[in-house]
């Protein structure tokens, strides 16, 4: 059973350049998140999609960041222009359930961004 | 104060003991509870759900004190392979809140 699978897993780009991160949620699950971690700030929600369509994205820092979900298989989350204070560990994760309640997260592998 | 307060740690524990740790909540109307592990550069995965009865999965044991608004997760007979930031997730309306997690270090 494959999991959730992000790529690239790591990305390095120098500040002002456009990073597209991607996301495969399994197979059948209704629900994907965007996280974002850091040592200070930990796991933040970015964004969530309940069958394709995003419901909250109050976690998105600012306009230079973007998602889409435009099929059940695949996201994207694109920051342009990217800044030093981007770097992290971005995680995409999926769920069974639409909606969020009861329904466990699985995550992929993450992607880890460093932006100079 | 945050919604999800947890004590960063780190807890450091022989092999072979008992070691617990809270999570607390500042929601009254937080709906379900998780405890995730996530190890050092990797994803957070699932360790179990936390159920208002109180559940065990082996050597791990969850509980939920919705009076004091905290859970927690005891584990016995402590494995080197237990060393990891456990996180506590807390779920409200269609939000879903991560701790910062607690590191444990397991000692031989």
């Known amino acids: 059973d494959a999991g959730v699978i992000q790529s690239p897993r790591h990305e390095v780009t120098e500040m002002g350049q456009e990073v597209t991160l991607r996301c495969k949620p399994i197979?059948?699950?209704?629900?994907l998140f965007w996280y974002r971690q850091t040592m200070m700030r930990g796991l933040e929600l970015l964004i969530y999609f309940n069958n394709n369509v995003p419901i909250d994205d109050s976690g998105m820092p600012e306009d230079r960041f973007s998602a889409k979900m435009p099929n059940a298989s695949f996201s994207t989350l694109k920051i342009q222009p990217s800044e030093p204070r981007d770097s992290a560990v971005y995680f995409c994760a999926s769920s069974r359930e639409s909606g969020t309640l009861g329904s466990p997260l699985h995550f992929g592998n993450g992607t880890r961004l460093t932006v100079t | 104060r945050k919604e999800v307060e947890q004590d960063p740690g780190p807890f450091n524990v022989p092999e072979g003991a008992t070691v617990a740790f809270n999570c607390t909540y500042s929601n009254s109307a937080s709906q379900s509870f998780f405890w995730y592990r996530q190890d050092c550069r990797k994803e957070p995965k699932l360790l179990m759900s936390v159920y208002s009865s109180g559940n065990e999965d082996g050597r791990f044991t969850a509980q939920l004190n919705r009076a004091s608004q905290y859970i927690s997760l005891l584990i016995r007979d402590s494995k080197l392979s237990d060393s990891a930031t456990y996180l506590c997730?807390?779920?409200?309306?269609?939000?879903?809140?991560f701790g910062k997690g607690t590191r444990l270090h397991i000692l031989p």
């Open positions: 197979s059948g699950h209704n629900s």
């Open positions: 997730v807390v779920n409200r309306d269609d939000k879903i809140i």
